[in-house]
Structures are given as C-alpha cells and as structure tokens.
C-alpha cells in the first residue's frame, strides 16, 4: 500500500508543476486581456489575489511531494532507471521540471510586481 500511495504522490508531484504552469499562463493570458480593459484597476488586484491561490498550493505540493520523493528517489526512480537504460530521460525530465516550476515561480513575482498585489 505504500509504495501505490508514494506512486500516486509521485504522480501528483509532476502534476502539480504542470498546474503550476497552467495557472501562470492563464495569468499571463488574463493579464494581456485585462491590460487594455478600463476596469483594469478593479479586476486584476482580486483576480490575480486568488489565482495567486492556486499557485501557492502548487508550489506548496511540488515542495511537499519533492521532499517525499527525493528522500525514496534511489529506490524508487533510480535504481529502476539504471537497470532499463532510462537515466537520461529521467535527467531530462527533472530538468524540464525544474525548469517549469522556476518560470512559474519568476512569472509569479513578476505579475505582484507588476500588478501591485499586496498578500
């Protein structure tokens, strides 16, 4: 039963990356649109006040479920990897990873600059 919950959680772990992604280009998307709205000023501090919800929990769950799965990664992910030739995709994909989540985790800041959001 643990390791199906640790498969699960390690599935959740990429997905929420992916969530994490979603929710900045919709912000992105949403802040384009809204940008050359008049009710600009009205819209976007509530708006992005609860879509910056959304990626808080991610963020939270990559961290939560990273911690998990980093401290069962050699068992789990590695040593499997190693023995079906799989570790450069395996490299590749935490690199993609990693990457997506520093662009949401920028594109973040970057609208509470640009937006003037207060927590």
Known sequence: MGKIL???SNYFHDLAVALLAANIFAVYITGRFLDRNPVKDKIVP???KKLALVTYA???YIIIGGAVRAYNFMDFE???AVGKGQVTALIIKHI???TVTAFGIIGHIRYHKRYGISE
């Open 58 to 60: 991610a963020f939270a």
């Open 6 to 8: 640790l498969m699960i």
């Open 46 to 48: 509530r708006l992005f």
């Open 78 to 80: 590695w040593n499997p």
């Open 96 to 98: 993609i990873l990693f």
